[in-house]
């Protein structure tokens, strides 16, 4: 095909490759002649602090060891005798005891005395307020003779009228501590009973009621 006969764009293609080799042949020319005719370039302070050429590390001190402890002395084996010496010898203590407890005597008319004349009953009497009666035994239990742990029984005659009151008291057996017996005599004012019957008719009668202490 003859050169007039190529298209605008065959002919634009044909020479593209000597056009590229041109304009890099000529953007070279112009970087180099740069370099050539630019000033030096020199660095710009921006007022930062040089760091130290080099960093010395250095060690501790050394720590002293405390010296080492002395040698402690082996203990001397005991000596065993037979004879203490005086200087050794405790002085003599004095341990406290109580005392011996002297609680007030019983009324020596109402111990053991008889009742009087026996009457004749069909219902005995019966104790109505048993549990209020054992409450007060165990408020009045006696001190001193709680306080060493001693417990006891008291046999007590005690005279029940028609109405189921008790008019009178007595020890029939002591239980060997005064304590118990009196406060054995003061509750027994304190019962009440179903009033014993003779026949159909209520009777007042002597009747004998254990009074028991304990501690459990």
Do not use: C
């Amino acid at each position: 095909m003859q050169p007039d006969q190529l298209t605008a764009n065959e002919r634009f293609k044909r020479g593209s490759g000597t056009r590229t080799w041109s304009a890099i042949a000529v953007a070279v020319a112009l970087h180099f002649g740069a370099f050539l005719l630019w000033p030096a370039a020199t660095p710009v302070d921006l007022g930062a602090t040089p760091a130290p050429d080099s960093v010395v590390v250095m060690p501790p001190p050394p720590v002293p060891l405390p010296p080492p402890p002395e040698n402690v002395p082996t203990p001397r084996a005991p000596v065993i005798t037979v004879d203490a010496p005086e200087h050794v010898t405790m002085d003599p203590t004095d341990v406290w005891r109580p005392g011996p407890v002297v609680p007030p005597p019983v009324r020596e008319s109402d111990t053991g005395s008889d009742p009087g004349p026996f009457v004749p009953f069909t219902v005995p009497p019966r104790l109505t307020n048993g549990d209020a009666v054992l409450r007060e035994l165990r408020s009045r239990y006696p001190t001193p003779l709680r306080n060493v742990g001693l417990e006891g029984t008291v046999m007590i005659w005690v005279r029940v009228a028609e109405d189921g009151t008790v008019v009178d008291a007595r020890v029939k057996e002591t239980s060997g501590r005064a304590l118990f017996d009196e406060v054995a005599l003061d509750v027994a004012h304190l019962m009440r009973f179903r009033p014993a019957q003779n026949l159909d008719r209520p009777v007042s009668v002597w009747v004998a009621v254990p009074v028991s202490f304990r501690l459990r």
